[in-house]
């Protein structure tokens, strides 16, 4: 699936099963939620930190595909194509970062 077909697959989605897209305010709200939630298994997963017995089974790929959804129903309600501006930040960080990591000594 590619980002183009995402975008649309979730704004059918919206339209003919989620009656209507909450508003943008409330969507940034609900992405923060699901970053958290991402951030919390991460930290279990890979962190110091311990699951509960309750949520062992929780996987971060799930997550993902939270946060993905809510960012892109944050795309289509703002008129954002974001094929294009991935695109775009690729040429960013490249131009920006083209000797910046390879001359990195931490790295």
């Known amino acids: 699936m590619t980002l183009q077909q995402a975008q649309a697959d ?8 989620g009656v209507r897209y909450f ?16 951030s919390r298994i991460m930290v279990r997963k890979y962190g110091e930190q311990s699951f509960k017995a309750n949520e062992s ?16 129903c944050l ?3 703002t008129g954002v194509d974001l094929t294009a501006a991935l695109e775009k930040n690729f040429e960013k960080k490249t131009n920006r970062d083209k000797d910046r990591h390879v001359q990195n000594k931490k790295l």
């Open 10 to 17: 979730v704004d059918n989605w919206i339209k003919t099963v």
């Open 23 to 38: 508003s943008e305010l409330t969507n940034l709200g609900i992405l923060m939620e699901e970053v958290g939630e991402l």
């Open 57 to 72: 089974d929780r996987e971060p790929g799930d997550e993902m595909a939270d946060v993905l959804w809510v960012l892109i």
């Open 75 to 77: 795309a289509n309600q």
